[in-house]
């Protein structure tokens, strides 16, 4: 779902389905692997050794992507490759914040990482006691996710932007707390 949403790139005559959720599909169905390989992490030890494993799978070849996605980059007279997304992105915690030259700095396609991150970091709180907690668990994160978008709406916040500022596309789409994965 996710090439095909990419292909009018490389002009492959597509229909216009909402394939734009595809990235949204993928961290559901990552969360019922979770879910199935992690039933319960009753200790910290398991907590420890679920992050490990976590960790291990994604950062490093995020790592390699990110120091290529650097080599590449052709930067203005006068402008320096390292500024403060340089953080944000080693640490995976770029796309939390709802800002275009954040979440899409240097390596762009990392923004879906840097939200499974956040998903990572919250599973054991989610999947403590889940056959007690689960619907007001369920409940807390739909009212996170509506309250996201409906402040998005509240602020007339812009679609999409280059400059350094909160948009739409950012809150509603790349932002871990976002309720849907709309192609904006």
Excluded at 61 to 86: D, Y
Excluded at 123 to 137: D, H, V
Excluded at 149 to 165: C, F, G, P, R, V
Aim: with cysteine.
């Amino acid at each position: 779902m996710i090439v095909v949403f990419h292909s009018p790139v490389l002009q492959i005559p597509i229909p216009k389905y909402a394939l734009g959720l595809g990235v949204s599909f993928f961290f559901v169905l990552s969360g019922f692997i979770l879910a199935y390989a992690y039933p319960k992490l009753a200790t910290t030890e398991d907590i420890r050794q679920f992050y490990v494993a976590r960790i291990a799978r994604i950062w490093p070849a995020h790592l390699c992507t990110l120091l290529l996605a650097m080599a590449t980059i052709r930067v203005p007279l006068g402008q320096s490759l390292v500024n403060m997304t340089l953080p944000a992105n080693v640490l995976l915690v770029h796309a939390w914040i709802p800002s275009s030259p954040w979440y899409f700095s240097y390596n762009a396609p990392s923004w879906s990482i840097s939200t499974e991150t956040f998903f990572y970091l919250l599973f054991p709180a989610l999947i403590y006691n889940w056959g007690r907690s689960w619907w007001w668990k369920w409940l807390l994160s739909a009212l996170l996710a509506g309250g996201m978008y409906a402040l998005s709406i509240k602020l007339q916040l812009t679609d999409q932007s280059s400059m350094d500022e909160v948009t739409l596309h950012g809150m509603a789409h790349v932002n871990p707390l976002a309720p849907f994965s709309p192609a904006l």
